[in-house]
């Protein structure tokens, strides 16, 4: 699973950015690459927030271990073709 990624502007002074870019070469790393890791280090005590499952996506859920557990399954190697024929 690949994880969606955004785009951050920052504006720094320069002296700054020359600091930031000497500890980012120490460590092997680019600068974003060296800021990335001072942002999850940061954020790493912070609970991801958890959302429940609204009802219509809970009553899929069942709706459909039920058909697994009745052999209902669709199987397919062609989702496209599939998406077709419904």
């Given at each position: ?25 120490k ?48 199987v ?11």
């Amino acid at each position: 699973m690949q994880t969606q990624t955004t785009q951050i502007r920052v504006t720094l002074p320069v002296k700054l950015q020359g600091f930031l870019q000497t500890k980012a070469n120490k460590y092997g790393l680019s600068l974003s690459g060296y800021i990335r890791n001072l942002v999850i280090n940061d954020v790493q005590d912070v609970k991801y927030p958890v959302f429940e499952m609204s009802d219509q996506s809970v009553s899929d859920f069942h709706e459909s271990m039920e058909a697994e557990k009745n052999g209902n399954l669709v199987v397919t190697d062609d989702v496209s073709q599939l998406l077709k024929d419904l």
